[in-house]
């Protein structure tokens, strides 16, 4: 896989001025490709919004997990683009997430931490999807062993497609309704 030609496609999208893509190693030896993107309008882009767009153009293996939104890239004195302020940047951007909304129990508070463990992002909502958090099918399989490990309910894979948040997720293994 090329960064060059993410980059590249990413740039083609309209509302894009300048991007940069890193394939950032988890925690559990895998490899996350982040978008730092800079915008040349100030339209509102999100995730979604950019898998979208993107996915018409690049086999979903490609098409970036977490995208930095910045208002432009950080420059070396040499002037070249500076990638370990940009890991800096989304770190704080991570720290800075506030939750849409908390956990109302136990399990759910247990499923945030396996989340924010595994998609190493603080600050997750019951409401947020978790693949719109930048979650895959590999990373699931850990997920979904992790689940099984504290519910000592097995889950079918499919579940996560139907209750991609923490709080649908908790009633799926609540009421035993896959």
Same mark, same amino acid.
């Given at each position: ?105 136990? *399990?759910?508070? /247990? #499923?945030?931490?396996?989340? =924010? $463990? %595994?998609? @190493? &992002? ?16 590999? *990373?699931?399989? /850990? #997920?979904?062993?992790?689940? =099984? $490990? %504290?519910? @000592? &309910? ?23 309704t896959y």
């Open positions: 896989m090329e960064l060059q030609e993410i980059e590249y496609r990413i740039n083609q999208i309209p509302e894009i001025c300048q991007s940069v893509v890193l394939a950032i190693e988890t925690a559990q030896s895998d490899k996350k490709l982040v978008a730092f993107v800079v915008p040349s309008t100030d339209s509102d882009l999100d995730r979604e919004y950019m898998w979208h767009r993107l996915k018409s153009f690049l086999p979903a293996t490609m098409v970036p997990s977490e995208f930095v939104f910045l208002p432009k890239l950080p420059l070396t004195a040499n002037g070249k683009i500076d990638r370990k302020a940009l890991l800096t940047t989304r770190r704080e951007q991570s720290d800075h997430r506030t939750p849409k909304a908390l956990p109302e129990n136990n *399990l759910q508070r /247990q #499923l945030i931490s396996i989340w =924010e $463990r %595994l998609l @190493e &992002i603080q600050g997750i909502g019951i409401d947020d999807n978790y693949f719109d958090l930048g979650g895959h099918s590999l *990373l699931a399989l /850990q #997920l979904f062993t992790d689940i =099984e $490990r %504290l519910t @000592e &309910i097995r889950l079918p894979f499919a579940t996560l497609f139907k209750a991609p948040t923490i709080r649908e997720l908790g009633y799926a293994v609540d009421t035993h």
